[in-house]
């Protein structure tokens, strides 16, 4: 759920909220019938039926206005998962609710606990409605804002109106967010830093640095902030055609952490006479990543919007926080159900593609096994058939009442995990999301 959402000019925001408290809770259940597969490893999406995945969140969203601009957020969550394959064998993973290292057992810990303090640069005002980590009142037209703590970095960057929260929209986490964009976070996808925002009328500049974990995709993080990081930056510009609104965003990341590099994973397993397959842990020195995106989503109805993602990043070291893709691009429609009498009913379609670097193909082609995907090394006379991974995903989300909605999901996958040689591999799913 963001916390860096777009003002909404609002006549009965109330201007003098002082606390919030919200509830959320959200179950997903999937299900993949088996598919063809020439082979399958240790990190493969299994090829037999999975009858059952399913993912439970619930989180409480409690905010506090400490002063004029001073805002405080605390967010303690539940969460428990069982997911497809265990998280493998995908780059665009099919839950975006189900975390890495998740367990079939309720988990209970501190999603966030942030400040975000506003300062004014004019005397011009705006209203923001009341949501999940955000108080309802008045905000400065043009202003600084800062935001430190504990949080996700996804909370403020790479926001998109149509594709960007797994409990409403899209399920598939290469629709969530920018598939390349391996931005800081532990397992459950949250970490310690900061952000500052410098909004002036119809733009916004906005830049953070943020803690990594210890290892790759870790719980544990790595409190060296100034020796390891994940800085990003971001251009947002908020517009309108035909009188309809949208967004254009442009980002830039770099990642420093110790990780390993594809080619020397391979140059070491060949000058070690080519036993076993390449093994990026045993690579990993401190090393840098970067990465872009653009980003885009504009309304083209009342009821009616597109979305737009691509990005990429350099591709030369293993994923270290987010999911492996290195090349991604992605977009789609929501369509609310007016047209049907069903207002609060939403209709999305989305479709991605997701690529590689050369140098992780070649490691995927002589056995090597990343965090998520890797068949491993083919059986005699088979080799490794790279293709790009292609995602369909569509849902419908119906309202069942003010606070509640279900949704309808399918999701067809062509080449999972990159691999020509397997699937493809359908996976239906359903969720109940309920807020308050």
């Not at 290292?101 to 810990?109: H, I, K, L, Q, V």
């Not at 399918?410 to 020509?420: C, D, G, L, T, W």
Request: charged content about 20%; some cysteine; aromatic content about 10%.
């Amino acid at each position: 759920m963001a916390i860096g959402s777009p003002v909404v000019s609002r006549a009965d925001a109330d201007p003098s909220q002082s606390s919030d408290l919200r509830l959320q809770s959200t179950y997903v259940w999937q299900r993949k019938p088996a598919f063809a597969a020439d082979y399958s490893g240790d990190n493969s999406l299994l090829a037999s039926r999975e009858p059952r995945s399913y993912s439970l969140t619930a989180t409480a969203f409690v905010g506090l206005r400490l002063a004029p601009g001073s805002e405080v957020y605390f967010d303690p969550e539940m969460a428990l998962s069982q997911p497809l394959s265990d998280l493998h064998g995908l780059g665009g993973m099919t839950n975006g609710e189900a975390e890495k290292g998740g367990s079939a057992n309720p988990t209970f810990y501190r999603a966030r606990l942030f400040l975000r303090q506003t300062w004014g640069l004019d005397g011009d005002s705006e209203t923001v409605d009341s949501a999940p980590n955000q108080l309802a009142g008045a905000v400065p037209r043009n202003r600084l804002v800062l935001t430190a703590g504990n949080l996700a970095v996804a909370d403020i960057f790479d926001n998109n109106a149509y594709a960007h929260d797994a409990r409403t929209q899209f399920l598939n986490g290469a629709l969530m967010a920018q598939g390349a964009y391996d931005y800081a976070a532990d397992t459950r996808g949250y970490t310690w830093g900061a952000a500052l925002e410098y909004y002036l009328d119809h733009w916004t500049l906005r830049a953070g640095r943020f803690e990594q974990p210890i290892e790759s995709n870790g719980f544990s993080l790595d409190r060296r902030i100034l020796h390891h990081y994940g800085d990003q930056a971001e251009l947002e510009h908020c517009h309108e055609i035909a009188g309809r609104a949208g967004s254009l965003r442009l980002l830039l990341f770099h990642d420093r952490a110790i990780m390993g590099g594809f080619l020397d994973a391979v140059a070491a397993w060949r000058d070690a006479g080519m036993n076993g397959v390449p093994d990026v842990g045993a690579v990993r020195h401190e090393r840098n990543k970067y990465g872009w995106g653009v980003n885009i989503d504009q309304a083209v109805t009342d009821d009616l919007g597109a979305f737009l993602r691509a990005g990429a990043n350099d591709g030369r070291s293993e994923t270290y926080a987010f999911t492996e893709v290195e090349r991604s691009l992605s977009g789609g429609l929501s369509l609310k159900g007016s047209r049907w009498g069903r207002p609060g009913d939403t209709v999305g379609i989305g479709a991605v593609v997701n690529g590689l670097s050369s140098a992780h193909r070649e490691y995927l082609a002589d056995g090597g096994l990343g965090a998520f995907i890797g068949d491993g090394a083919p059986p005699a006379g088979m080799r490794f058939r790279y293709a790009t991974e292609q995602i369909i995903e569509t849902y419908y989300s119906a309202a069942l009442a003010r606070h509640v909605a279900i949704s309808a999901d399918y999701q067809h996958i062509r080449n999972p995990a990159y691999n020509a040689g397997r699937g493809p591999a359908s996976v239906y799913g359903a969720r109940l999301h309920v807020e308050y």
